[in-house]
Each structure stands twice: as C-alpha cells, then as structure tokens.
C-alpha cells in the first residue's frame, strides 16, 4: 500500500512539473508572437516614415533646381560683361604650374679659394680673413644696398638739372572694376550651383538610407537610419536658407553689373551705346515680360479660387509667388494683384458680418424669383435653411450682394469708401475694368483720404 502511495505522489509531482512546463513554453511562444508582431509593426511605421521624409526632399531638391536658369543667366551674364568692358573673352581657370625642384647647391673647387687666398696682400696669415672677405661672404646673395645719394641742400652738392617726370599712364579703374564685380557674380552662381547639387546629393542619399530602412533586420537599425536621414533633413534647410541669401546678393551683383555695363556703354561711341542700351532695355522687357506672363498664366491657373470667392488663400499664393520675380513692374503687378485679393477677401467678410446680424431680405437669386438670405459665415451662406458654400455662390451673386451694401448711403464716408473700393478690386480682377474705374473714383469722391490707395490698387 505505502508504495502505491509513493508511486502515486512521484506520477503527480511529474504531471505537475509537465504541466508548469507546457504553460511556460505556451506562454513564451505568445510572447515571441506579440513581440515579433510589435517588431513587424514598427518596420512598417519606419518604412512609411522613410517613405515620406524621402518625397519631401525629392521636391525640396527639385524647388531648388527651379533656379538653375537664374544661376546659368548670371554666369553668362559676368562673362558677356567682362568680354563687353575689356574686348577681351573672360580668362579660363588656369591650374596652378607646378613648384621647380630645388638643385643643391655646388661646392666651389678648392683651388679657386686657394689661390684668392694666396693672391692677398693683406698681411693676415693663411687661413685668416679679412673684415671685407667675411663682410663679402656674409652679404652673398643679399640684394647691393642702394648708394646715398649727396643731399641737394649742402653748399658742395652741385646743381642738378629738375628731373623731367613722364605723364603718368591713366589708368583704369573700370576694367578693375568690372573684373571684381564679375568675379563677384561668377563666385555667388557658382555657390548657387553647388548648393543645387548638394540638394540632389541628398536626395539621393535619402533614397539609398531608405532602401536600408526597407532592409533593415530590426526596428533598432530602421530607426538609427531615420536618424540619419533627419540629419539629411538638416543639410536641406542650410541649402534652403544659404541659395536664399545666394539669390538676393545675386540680384543686387546682377543690377550692378548692369548699371556698370550700361555706363561704360555711355562713355563709348553713339553706336555702341545705343546698341547696349537696347540690349539692356531689351532684356529688362523680357525679364519684365516673362513675370507678367508668369502672373497672366497663374491667375489663369488658379481662376478656380477667384470663382470660388478663396481670395484670401489667391492673396497668400501672390504673395509667395512674388520673391520669384525678375523686375520692379513684375513685382509690382503681383504686389498689386495680391492686395486687390486681400481688399475683395476684407469685402467678403464685411457682407458676412451684416447677414449673420440682419438677415439680407430677397437677397438670393439674379432673376424675379428671389428670397432671402438667412445667415453667412466663413464657410457658406444659409438660404431657405439650406447652407450653400461659397464655392456654389455665383459671382453675380456676389456681385449683387456687394452692391446691394454699396449703396447704402448712410454709412459713414469712411465705411462706404473702402466698400466701394473693395467692389472696384472685385470688377478689376473680373475684367470689368470700365465698371471697376467708375467705383474707383466714387470712393475717391466719398472719402478724399482713399485716393492714393486706390490709384495704388487700380492704376487708369
């Protein structure tokens, strides 16, 4: 009996020991699994984490690309410079001539210094040197001192004939001039181009840190590389701010290179001048040509935001759009185009503050048929209880509602003024230029402080 007992304790202890066994092992294997999915997981965030740090380089990279022109146009433009001052091409990089190797110096024979030694006279033992020999030897090589020359105020100098001084060559200061501004020009493109290649560089090893982050065994090594390309992200924006500063000091070299070629054309022959001058004219129209067809060509682009009533996002773009121009009108179309939007924008919000307060009564619909407008806020006007976003209002609808408020003429000069003026931007940017100039000057007549804005914002 005792030794059933024994055998039924040790078959119990056994089965207890399996059994904690296969709960470890089963309970190990679920934590591999959920830590091999957490693993899977975290690959995953870093390859679409990688993903798209490398298509925000790639456009960084390729925005500054835009400017290759601009750089190859100043390069041309410091050596069409140069060639046009001087009548010489602009000098090609020489590479640096090699150093001449250095000869030791060879011993004189020893009979000559014998026999200058034997042919003394001057009373020294063989093997001794006179004062003059070591003074002589020691000044070996040294450039002869100049002699003194008498001085011309004591009583035993001799008259001396004035010395005849030759004209002095002029010279001239504007071949230096034009080669210092040009090298200027030359050093800021050529930073300006390595920068760009710098962008594309990193783009490229953006791509290549990614293919790592695709192969990556663990989320540890994915992650050190992200860490990598964020450093990339670093280098980026040093390009970014560094062909900034290139461009604006590349603005004012180019204005002075123009400015100067355009005087030393002044100084030469009719001809000549007239030619230069109209090549300068020439090309300022083109620069000043391609901005307007820049500006034409991105309100065309962009008509959606004029039809849908965006004149605030249309105003921010302009703005931005600006720094890319190559002349003073240039900017000034797009200066002036950008504060028309703004002023039209301030109009939109004028009307939705005086329908939010006081509905506007038979204002929705152009024909006999009309009702109410209800509400408006920044998203959409509210009509028969229905919101209609700004996007779906028409623009004769707009129209409407902006000159039903125009015509209020109690309002004080100050307030109808700028609505009036408002409404004149709003017919300008619709090409309604005879309607807009007529509202141009009612608000000059309603209130006399607007005239200079709106000759600024609407130039006749």
Same mark, same amino acid.
């Given at each position: ?88 091409? @602009? ?119 990614? &293919? ?31 062909? &900034? ?46 901005? %307007? =067809? ?10 959606? %935001? ?40 301030? %109009? ?30 920044? =998203? ?15 623009? @004769? &609808? ?23 003026? @408002? ?22 007549? =309603? ?14």
């Amino acid at each position: 009996m005792r030794k059933w007992i024994t055998l039924i304790f040790i078959l119990a202890v056994l089965g207890g020991g399996l059994a904690f066994l296969i709960i470890g092992k089963r309970n190990a294997e679920r934590e591999a699994y959920l830590a091999a999915l957490a693993e899977e997981s975290a690959m995953k965030a870093c390859a679409e984490d990688a993903s798209g740090m490398v298509t925000r380089l790639r456009h960084a990279s390729e925005k500054l690309s835009e400017h290759s022109d601009t750089l190859y146009d100043a390069l041309v433009l410091a050596d069409s410079a140069v060639e046009f001052v001087t009548g010489k091409p @602009a000098p090609k990089p020489v590479a640096p001539k090699p150093k001449p190797t250095e000869r030791p110096p060879r011993d004189k024979p020893a009979p000559e210094r014998a026999e200058r030694s034997a042919d003394r006279d001057d009373g020294l033992p063989p093997g001794m040197l006179s004062r003059e020999e070591l003074e002589r030897r020691r000044n070996r090589g040294k450039k002869p001192a100049p002699k003194a020359e008498p001085d011309s105020d004591t009583d035993t100098a001799e008259p001396s004939a004035e010395p005849v001084t030759a004209a002095p060559v002029p010279a001239k200061p504007k071949v230096r001039t034009v080669w210092l501004v040009a090298k200027d020009l030359k050093t800021q493109a050529e930073r300006g181009q390595s920068a760009m290649m710098q962008a594309v560089d990193l783009a490229e090893r953006s791509l290549e840190l990614e &293919q790592k982050v695709i192969r990556a065994t663990d989320s540890s090594a994915a992650a050190s590389r992200l860490k990598e390309m964020e450093s990339i992200f670093e280098e980026m924006d040093e390009c970014k701010v560094g062909m &900034q500063g290139i461009l604006s000091k590349l603005e004012k070299q180019r204005i002075e290179v123009e400015r100067f070629t355009m005087r030393v054309a002044e100084e030469r022959n009719s001809s000549t001048a007239s030619v230069m001058h109209q090549a300068a004219r020439a090309d300022l129209k083109r620069r000043e040509t391609a901005d %307007l =067809t820049r500006l034409e060509g991105l309100r065309q682009n962009q008509k959606t %935001l004029l039809t849908t009533h965006a004149y605030g996002q249309l105003a921010k773009l302009l703005e931005e759009q600006m720094a890319s121009c190559q002349s003073e009108k240039g900017r000034a179309a797009f200066a002036g185009t950008a504060r028309r939007c703004a002023k039209i924008n301030w %109009l939109r919000g004028y009307m939705i503050e005086q329908i939010h307060a006081e509905p506007l009564r038979w204002g929705w619909g152009l024909g006999v048929k009309t009702v109410d407008v209800t509400d408006a806020s920044e =998203t959409g006007v509210t009509v028969m209880s229905r919101e209609i976003a700004w996007s779906d209002v028409p623009v @004769a &609808q707009f129209a409407k509602w902006a000159k039903h408020y125009c015509g209020k003429y109690e309002l004080p000069g100050r307030v109808l003024g700028k609505l009036e003026l @408002a409404m004149a931007a709003f017919l300008w940017e619709h090409d309604l230029t005879e309607e807009a100039l007529d509202y141009k000057r009612k608000s000059i007549a =309603t209130w006399e402080r607007l005239r200079e804005e709106a000759e600024s914002l609407l130039p006749e």
